[in-house]
């Protein structure tokens, strides 16, 4: 029906990829089969766990034995902690502080990762040594690991050498089926600025480590952003929005999106430096991308210049029909989870920016609709060659504002509403004071 082509986003190629990939190799297939009878649990979707953290500077015999308790990382797992968002604490004496993490073994020789890497790599006609044979690896491989369930890890911080006394340990639950893992630490006032001084962070920001053991000399840290009650958010789309989707036949698209680096949507990140300093935005992006794949954007995102954001993403595991969760509606997924960001800073006033190409004008005029107050604005950039006056948007934007509401082709078109221009949100640090 479309005259045009509709981009796809290439992680919804995944399950594609590994089946195409079965069919060439017993051994794939074998991998495949073997936990898809697994009940489906979306593990990263509990409820995180609170934990009110350890005595300050417990004496060293009490943080050896609590450190012994512990599961260990060994040396041939790696943890990677996203960043979150924090956020006072409700009686305002303090931050609740996410912590959100995954362990796993990268497992590089087990013969049936290998053979879906290979059988993938002949698919796409791609030679052993070539450049792009390494991106494939790369992308693949994080959807490739043994990911470590039942794991407790214990985080730390503010523990360099010079300040023992800010020293403080938070064991963690237990990690999930998936590898995931999730608390909401609790720090009073006081402590986070023993703490912030000896970790050289700035007040917005709190950085801490996984405690490895004795011996380990890796560093897995991870960070978390102290976002004041007050103040503008933007909440984003990576694929189509930020970063430029491939279009064109299941081969080309497979090609295009294991093979090429990521390539970015022109004058995006300017415009949200902009914002960051102006307006002194923080960023969430939620997207429908697979954990998996955060390194490889995170990473990509911050080189281009983007600012510091949190990321909310989802839980797949490839080893039962989470897999296919990849093709969930986002009117299903997305919903949710922006539902608990705008939750979670009431106070805060919302930009929502995405892309016509699949469902956030959808998505977002929901949003829009239950949280009339929040939401300031809503930008979609145009990847589907429309108009704006389409039934879709009557019925993605009924009962919305929607003077609010717009189509973009050029990031700078867009205008902010005069609402967050004219009276700028109240001074960060300000906010930030207990
Ligand atoms: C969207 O892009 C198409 C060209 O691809 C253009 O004709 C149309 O006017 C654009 N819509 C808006 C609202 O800018």
Same mark, same amino acid.
């Given at each position: 029906?479309?005259?045009?082509?509709?981009?796809?986003?290439?992680?919804?190629?995944?399950?594609?990829?590994?089946?195409?990939?079965?069919?060439?190799?017993?051994?794939?297939?074998?991998?495949?089969?073997? /936990?898809?009878?697994?009940?489906?649990?979306?593990?990263?979707?509990?409820?995180?766990?609170?934990?009110? $953290?350890?005595?300050?500077?417990?004496?060293?015999?009490?943080?050896?034995? +609590?450190?012994? +308790?512990?599961?260990?990382?060994?040396?041939?797992?790696?943890? *990677?902690?996203?960043?979150?968002?924090?956020?006072?604490?409700?009686? /305002?004496?303090?931050?609740?502080?996410?912590?959100?993490?995954?362990?796993?073994? =990268?497992?590089?020789?087990?013969?049936?990762?290998? %053979?879906?890497?290979?059988?993938?790599?002949?698919?796409?006609?791609?030679?052993?040594?070539?450049?792009?044979?390494?991106?494939?690896?790369?992308?693949?491989?994080?959807?490739?690991?043994?990911? !470590?369930? +039942?794991?407790?890890? %214990? *985080?730390?911080?503010?523990?360099? *050498?010079?300040?023992?006394?800010?020293?403080?340990?938070?064991?963690?639950?237990?990690?999930?089926?998936? /590898?995931?893992?999730?608390?909401?630490?609790?720090?009073?006032?006081?402590?986070?600025?023993?703490?912030?001084?000896?970790?050289?962070?700035?007040?917005?920001?709190?950085?801490?480590?996984?405690?490895?053991?004795?011996? &380990? &000399?890796? @560093?897995?840290? $991870?960070?978390?952003?102290?976002?004041?009650?007050?103040?503008?958010?933007?909440?984003?789309?990576?694929?189509?929005?930020?970063?430029?989707?491939?279009?064109?036949?299941?081969? %080309?698209?497979?090609?295009?999106?294991?093979?090429?680096?990521?390539?970015?949507?022109?004058?995006?990140?300017?415009?949200?430096?902009?914002? %960051?300093?102006?307006?002194?935005?923080?960023?969430?992006?939620?997207?429908?991308?697979?954990?998996?794949?955060? !390194?490889?954007?995170?990473?990509?995102?911050?080189?281009?210049?983007?600012?510091?954001?949190?990321?909310?993403?989802?839980?797949?595991?490839?080893?039962? +029909?989470?897999?296919?969760?990849?093709?969930?509606?986002?009117? !299903?997924?997305?919903?949710?989870?922006?539902?608990?960001?705008?939750?979670?800073? =009431?106070?805060?006033?919302?930009?929502?920016?995405?892309?016509?190409?699949?469902?956030?004008? !959808?998505?977002?005029?929901?949003?829009?609709?239950?949280?009339?107050?929040?939401?300031?604005?809503?930008?979609?950039?145009?990847?589907?060659?429309?108009?704006?006056?389409?039934?879709?948007?009557?019925?993605?934007? @009924?009962?919305?504002?929607?003077?609010?509401?717009?189509?973009?082709?050029?990031?700078?078109?867009?205008?902010?509403?005069?609402?967050?221009?004219?009276?700028?949100?109240?001074?960060?640090?300000?906010?930030?004071?207990?």
């Amino acid at each position: 029906m479309k005259s045009h082509q509709t981009p796809t986003r290439w992680w919804r190629l995944m399950p594609l990829a590994l089946l195409l990939a079965s069919h060439q190799s017993s051994f794939a297939s074998a991998l495949i089969s073997r /936990g898809s009878s697994t009940r489906t649990v979306d593990a990263t979707a509990a409820t995180p766990t609170k934990i009110a $953290g350890s005595p300050p500077s417990a004496s060293n015999n009490d943080k050896k034995k +609590r450190k012994s +308790r512990r599961a260990r990382i060994k040396h041939d797992e790696k943890v *990677v902690f996203f960043p979150t968002a924090a956020r006072r604490s409700e009686d /305002g004496k303090g931050w609740d502080i996410p912590i959100h993490g995954w362990i796993y073994e =990268p497992e590089t020789r087990d013969p049936a990762r290998r %053979a879906i890497v290979a059988s993938l790599r002949k698919y796409l006609g791609l030679k052993r040594e070539e450049e792009e044979t390494k991106i494939l690896k790369r992308r693949l491989g994080t959807f490739l690991v043994n990911n !470590e369930r +039942r794991k407790e890890l %214990a *985080v730390q911080m503010g523990c360099s *050498v010079a300040s023992g006394e800010s020293c403080r340990v938070f064991p963690l639950p237990q990690s999930k089926k998936n /590898g995931h893992f999730q608390a909401m630490l609790q720090i009073d006032d006081q402590e986070l600025a023993a703490i912030q001084e000896a970790t050289c962070d700035e007040k917005n920001t709190l950085h801490f480590q996984a405690i490895v053991e004795d011996g &380990d &000399d890796r @560093v897995f840290e $991870g960070m978390s952003h102290l976002i004041p009650n007050e103040g503008v958010s933007v909440i984003s789309d990576i694929d189509d929005t930020v970063k430029i989707t491939g279009v064109g036949n299941k081969k %080309a698209l497979l090609r295009s999106t294991f093979m090429e680096e990521f390539k970015q949507v022109p004058g995006m990140a300017e415009l949200y430096q902009e914002w %960051a300093e102006d307006l002194d935005c923080k960023f969430h992006f939620v997207s429908s991308s697979p954990w998996q794949l955060w !390194e490889e954007l995170a990473g990509f995102l911050s080189d281009i210049g983007f600012p510091h954001a949190t990321y909310h993403l989802k839980p797949i595991r490839l080893k039962d +029909r989470t897999l296919f969760d990849l093709w969930k509606c986002p009117l !299903e997924t997305k919903i949710e989870v922006i539902e608990s960001i705008l939750d979670s800073f =009431p106070q805060r006033k919302f930009i929502l920016v995405g892309d016509t190409g699949e469902k956030d004008p !959808e998505v977002y005029g929901e949003i829009a609709r239950r949280y009339p107050n929040q939401i300031q604005g809503l930008y979609v950039r145009n990847v589907t060659g429309e108009t704006g006056k389409e039934e879709r948007y009557d019925e993605a934007w @009924v009962g919305v504002n929607r003077e609010i509401c717009h189509l973009f082709t050029e990031p700078q078109d867009i205008q902010l509403p005069a609402s967050l221009t004219t009276s700028p949100p109240t001074n960060a640090k300000e906010a930030l004071k207990p």
